[in-house]
Every structure is written in C-alpha cells, then in structure tokens.
C-alpha cells in the first residue's frame, strides 16, 4: 500500500513547488491509497488557503486525505480547521484503516518539543505541561496501536528526534525536534513516523532500531515523498477506516 507524505506546504508561500512536485509524481501519486499532510499546510493561519492547497492536491488525487496540525494552524482556529470535510483530521488521535487484510494503525498529533520556542514561552500559557502531556498522550497511542496489531505510522509535525535534524543550526534542535519522542521509538518500535518543521535539513531519512524516520517538509525534500508501507505489495486494495 503506497501513501503520499508531505509537510509544511506554507498555502502558499510553497503552492508552486507544491504543483510542480504532484506534477513530477503524478503516476506515483495516482497508485496512492492515502495523501498524508503533516502539518503547516497553510502559512500563519491563513485557514482560507487551504481551500487551494485541497484544489491542487485533487488535480492529482481524489483518494482519502490524513493530517495533523502543525504550529502555524494555530489551536484556536481548529474549528474552522475541521470544517474541510475533504480532511480526516487527527489531533492527538489513532485512525485505523484497513487495507485488505491488514490493519494500518495511524496515529497524528502536532508532536511536542524538548523546549518550547522564546515565542511560545512568552506567549503560551502553561507551554511546559501542555508537550509534557502531548508526550504521554502520544505514548497512550503507541500502546494502543501496538496492541492492534498490524502496521503503526505515527504523524508529527514536530522532529521526533534530532539525527533528522542535520542541517538545521545545532543549538536549536531543541526547539525543533524532541529526544523525549525518540525513547518512544526505541520503546515501541512503530513502523514509520513521518514529521516536518525542519526545512534546513540535509539528512532527511534515518533508522531507530526498526523505525523508518522520514522528514518530508516540502522545502527540504522538494519533493512528494511515496512511500510502500508494505514489502508486497497489494493487488487491488480495499481501504476503509474501521
């Protein structure tokens, strides 16, 4: 089963790149069961963007849609967020999809940081609690998952660790990526886990014991990433959320 990963698309700072990217993968693209956004895919809120994010995604896809916020769809417009039907949206959530026989258990939260940014800091009542309890709130979710058996694919917008990170200035890392994501990796091993925010990086794939880690920002891939969740693959494939 293929799906289509991409993250901070910025509607529309990146929208051209975002184009011409569905357009180089149009046939890999077509093959996919299910497009995954991973947060920032408008640019500060700008929630009547994603009207034509959806519009340039559609001329190359008409399956399901998965995302997960990032920080620039800020919290209070969530509701607005939520009205884009064409949009399966999972905030600190576990989907469950099947594909012919097997389970896909995906999981998507905007992620949490090792320290908050000054922003945040200054801005964001109670900032420390709130990552403290995304964590647990993610690690609630591994167990769940990895109870269910099947495939786990976790979706933050936030770097899961800091080996993705290469590329972006070292003495920020905290303030993009969290090692505390990383001893859930270690612990719980789920299959993928897909993330964005680092726009910098060189170094956009690595391995956690048995995670594929995958950092599919648009402006540092230039690129939809595709990705086969299975080794074989799937002949005709039924998908239904379950």
């Not at 509607?11 to 180089?24: E, Q, R, W």
């Not at 709130?137 to 933050?156: D, S, Y």
């Amino acid at each position: 089963m293929k799906v289509a990963v991409t993250a901070d698309i910025h509607g529309p700072k990146y929208l051209g790149l975002l184009t011409d990217s569905l357009k180089k993968a149009e046939k890999e693209i077509q093959e996919c069961s299910l497009f995954l956004l991973v947060g920032d895919i408008v640019l500060k809120n700008r929630v009547h963007d994603l009207n034509k994010v959806l519009e340039a995604i559609t001329g190359f896809y008409t399956g399901k849609v998965l995302a997960c916020f990032g920080n620039e769809e800020y919290s209070q417009s969530m509701n607005e967020y939520l009205e884009f039907k064409e949009i399966t949206w999972l905030n600190d959530e576990l989907k469950r999809v099947k594909a012919n026989e097997t389970i896909i258990n995906i999981i998507g939260s905007r992620g949490c940081l090792d320290r908050p940014t000054y922003w945040q800091r200054t801005h964001v009542n109670n900032i420390w609690n709130i990552y403290r309890e995304k964590a647990n709130k993610i690690e609630k979710l591994l167990i769940k998952a990895k109870k269910g058996n099947g495939i786990t694919v976790v979706l933050t917008h936030y770097a899961p660790t800091y080996v993705t990170l290469k590329g972006e200035k070292e003495k920020f890392f905290p303030e993009i990526g969290c090692r505390k994501l990383e001893k859930l990796i270690t612990k719980y091993e789920p299959d993928f886990w897909f993330h964005g925010h680092a726009h910098k990086s060189i170094l956009p794939e690595a391995e956690i014991n048995s995670t594929k880690v995958l950092n599919v920002a648009l402006p540092a891939r230039k690129e939809i990433v595709v990705v086969d969740l299975f080794k074989l693959k799937l002949k005709g494939t039924l998908l239904d959320f379950i």
